[in-house]
Nanobody
């Protein structure tokens, strides 16, 4: 089973930027579709973004479209979620998830299930 590790969370002011990363130490993520999910306080976990295995396709939920960008670096086998123009409502625990069979092509790609999940990283947007 793939062990995913998220990093890069923290506290940021509204309007600021933050980049979170997803990696699997000892493994390559090149053969996995990667999705980003988040769980805000008191709410269910929701999918916000995904990226295809070759990085050619990405998909975003309306809530983050135009502000968040997901990318992947094959050399380091790391997937990134760049978050700009952050709002207090972006406060959540952010998770990455991986699956070899899923595609990143429609809004259904932002729904589970995914085979492997990270433990999450906290992002807090507050002044």
């Amino acid at each position: 089973q793939l062990r995913l590790v998220e990093s890069g969370g923290g506290l940021v002011q509204p309007g600021g930027s933050l980049r979170v990363s997803c990696a699997a130490p000892g493994f390559t993520l090149d053969t996995y579709t990667i999705a980003w999910f988040r769980r805000a306080p008191g709410k269910e976990r929701v999918g916000i973004s995904c990226i295809s295995r070759n990085g050619g396709n990405t998909y975003y939920a309306d809530s983050v479209k135009g502000r968040f960008t997901t990318s992947r670096d094959s050399a380091s086998s790391t997937v990134y979620l760049q978050m700009n123009s952050l709002k207090p409502e972006d406060t959540a625990v952010y998770y990455c998830a991986a699956d070899r069979k899923r595609l990143c092509d429609t809004h259904w790609s932002l729904f589970g299930p995914y085979d492997d999940w990270g433990q999450g990283t906290q992002v807090t947007v507050s002044s």
